[in-house]
């Protein structure tokens, strides 16, 4: 009986200990992280991540750091329309140069006129909307309708 009251008190000791153990774990836990969960303000955190050089013109007084959505804004928005031969080649080319998937190719007169003959109004429709293997706007997702009619223009000449 008295290795059984021992076992209980070592055991006791044990358990205790690991108690106070968990403790001080969980409180160093704490300290140790209270730094990140920290409110920061956003111009805290904005300036942490700002780049680390800014470009400067001899002359001019230093520019202030561009504001984030300032620059994605640039990005979206292309600043004049681009002509048709310009969209032709970067987005309609790939098809309508080759012929791939049955596209009507650029200079083959016979394969244009009957499109052309059915009015700008179905030439556009069909562009915008897509048809048969012609995707919607032939790709051409960030085009405005007047940069899309420029290109199907530009189609529509170099095709007679
Ligand atoms: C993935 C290939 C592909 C791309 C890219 C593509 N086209 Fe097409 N396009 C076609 C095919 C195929 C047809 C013929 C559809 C049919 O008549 O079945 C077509 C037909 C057309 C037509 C004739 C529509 C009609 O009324 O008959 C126009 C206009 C046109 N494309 C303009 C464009 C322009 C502008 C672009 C670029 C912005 C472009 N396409 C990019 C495949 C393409």
Redesign the pocket.
């Known amino acids: 009986m008295s290795d059984d009251k021992s076992f209980y008190t070592t055991f006791f000791y044990i358990m205790g200990g690991l108690a106070i153990g968990c403790v001080i774990l969980i409180i160093l836990a704490s300290n140790l992280t209270s730094e990140v969960a920290e409110y920061k303000p956003e111009e805290v955190v904005v300036g942490n991540i700002r780049p680390v050089g800014n470009v400067r013109v001899a002359g001019e007084s230093e520019p202030e750091p561009a504001a984030p959505m300032a620059v994605a804004a640039v990005d979206t928005a292309p600043a004049e329309p681009r002509s048709g031969e310009m969209?032709?080649n970067s987005?309609?080319m790939?098809?309508?140069t080759t012929g791939?998937?049955?596209?009507?190719k650029l200079g083959d007169a016979a394969a244009w006129a009957p499109?052309v003959a059915?009015g700008k109004d179905?030439?556009m429709a069909?562009?915008i909307n897509g048809?048969?293997?012609?995707?919607p706007?032939?790709?051409?997702m960030d085009?405005s309708d007047d940069e899309?009619w420029a290109?199907?223009d530009y189609?529509v000449l170099n095709s007679q």
Do not use: E, F, Q
């Not at 791939?100 to 009507?104: E, L, N, R, S």
């Not at 048809?131 to 995707?135: D, E, G, I």
């Not at 706007?137 to 051409?140: A, E, F, R, V, W």
């Open positions: 969209i032709y987005k309609c790939s098809c309508h791939a998937a049955g596209a009507p499109r059915a179905s030439l069909n562009a048809l048969n293997a012609m995707p706007k032939g790709l051409c085009c899309l290109a199907i189609i």
